[in-house]
């Protein structure tokens, strides 16, 4: 039985304090534990990495190049002629509805007609 007493005791002495200093590691020592692992986490905390540009200036130059590839393929596989024709208004060949010119009263660069 007194046994007993001495552990109640102990429990009425001890729970007091415990409490007091429960609230008094949380007012004090939590915070600044709180700010030092906070400080340390940003000090870790490693710098992300910087950014290339070059391989999308690659990636547009050589975009570039293939476009202008590619219409060189295509005006060289429309012959020689065609890029002459791509001079003429209308960009086509006359036709019968068209009739040639070649007969006809010309005129030189200064306006005077010449006959053929």
Do not use: F, K
């Amino acid at each position: 039985m007194t046994a007993v007493q001495g552990v109640y005791g102990a429990r009425v002495w001890a729970a007091p304090r415990l409490e007091r200093m429960g609230q008094t590691l949380q007012e004090r020592v939590a915070p600044r534990m709180s700010a030092m692992l906070s400080a340390t986490a940003r000090r870790i905390d490693p710098v992300p990495p910087r950014r290339r540009r070059w391989p999308l200036l690659a990636a547009g130059i050589i975009m570039i190049a293939g476009g202008g590839a590619a219409a060189a393929v295509l005006l060289n596989r429309r012959g020689p002629g065609s890029i002459a024709e791509l001079g003429r208004p209308g960009g086509a060949r006359p036709s019968a509805a068209q009739p040639d010119m070649a007969g006809a009263d010309t005129a030189d660069v200064n306006g005077h007609m010449q006959a053929p």
